[in-house]
């Protein structure tokens, strides 16, 4: 089952017929709970989430897996600090249910006293057994690259992970970010394969894109990213809509629809970001997404939208 490339919602009914899923745990600006990635499995709901103080407080100290008999409302599974993969802080994870039945997750994790990022896995029979898998390094980036925030796909016969790699030659402008692609056999060991998007100069997203779901589709596949124009945009990202383009490297390229971003928070700085589409089995999907509240947090959010 897959979800048709979507037309813009209405802005207001895309927020007003939402329901809040997670809220921040201090309802002020720079304490945020977001960065979800959903599944629906034999009818059991599973997210993945991201909680974060503000800077100088703790930033990302934790992911939670969470489940839901609805959708809507979750209760915590398990909850993994920062401390467990040496991180000085963590962002969006991505949640895997394999072909095979075992449950990953991918974390990202910020390198202590640098720039960098990288990104861990987790792998157990069970979603409760990630609690003491063994992070094993899957994405370690280098001295010039930090990846993170994965979308990981399998698409019947090989994995593929979109990441938001950030160069770190201009230590001034590491917000900087494209999204790259790679293909692996295993979801273990990747190979790069080049960029999938990158930012439209003088545009709403000119200084960074990041894939955030990713619906295979053959030639209709299509993409949603966070994008912002400048710096001072960092954190309070706007969502756009990208299409595959074949034309354009094959099966990396992807071209930003015209008339962007496709969503936005009402509530100043507009962020909308991290957002996730889980097709239904009975047609239409549930989107998940981070955005801006009226103090400023975030609060994690979901709603229904029609095929």
């Not at 383009?245 to 071209?255: K, P, V």
Request: net charge negative.
């Amino acid at each position: 089952m897959t979800a048709s490339a979507p037309r813009p919602p209405a802005p207001d009914r895309f927020w007003s017929d939402a329901e809040v899923v997670v809220e921040p745990e201090d309802p002020r600006p720079g304490s945020w709970a977001g960065g979800p990635s959903a599944q629906l499995v034999d009818g059991t709901w599973w997210l993945a989430y991201r909680l974060r103080r503000p800077v100088g407080e703790g930033r990302g100290f934790g992911n939670v897996v969470a489940r839901s008999d609805d959708g809507v409302r979750f209760e915590p599974v398990l909850a993994i600090g920062k401390e467990r993969f040496g991180a000085e802080s963590l962002e969006r994870p991505a949640l895997v249910h394999t072909p095979g039945g075992r449950w990953r997750l991918y974390v990202s994790c910020a390198t202590p006293g640098t720039k960098h990022w990288r990104v861990d896995l987790l792998e157990a029979d069970t979603v409760e057994g990630l609690a003491t898998a063994e992070p094993r390094t899957v994405l370690p980036g280098d001295a010039a690259t930090a990846p993170k925030d994965p979308v990981v796909r399998w698409d019947g016969e090989r994995w593929h992970v979109w990441a938001s790699v950030h160069p770190l030659d201009d230590p001034e402008a590491t917000d900087r970010m494209t999204t790259e692609h790679a293909t692996s056999p295993d979801g273990v060991t990747w190979t790069w394969r080049g960029t999938a998007l990158a930012g439209t100069e003088g545009s709403w997203d000119a200084r960074g894109v990041r894939f955030t779901a990713v619906v295979l589709d053959g030639s209709r596949t299509w993409a949603l990213y966070d994008g912002r124009a400048t710096a001072e945009e960092n954190w309070e990202e706007r969502t756009g809509l990208a299409e595959h383009d074949a034309e354009h490297d094959g099966e990396l390229g992807f071209r930003a629809a015209a008339g962007g971003p496709y969503l936005q928070s009402p509530h100043p700085p507009h962020g909308l970001r991290y957002a996730d589409v889980v097709p239904l089995p009975g047609g239409g999907a549930r989107w998940f997404y981070e955005a801006t509240r009226a103090d400023g947090a975030h609060e994690l959010r979901t709603v229904v939208l029609p095929a």
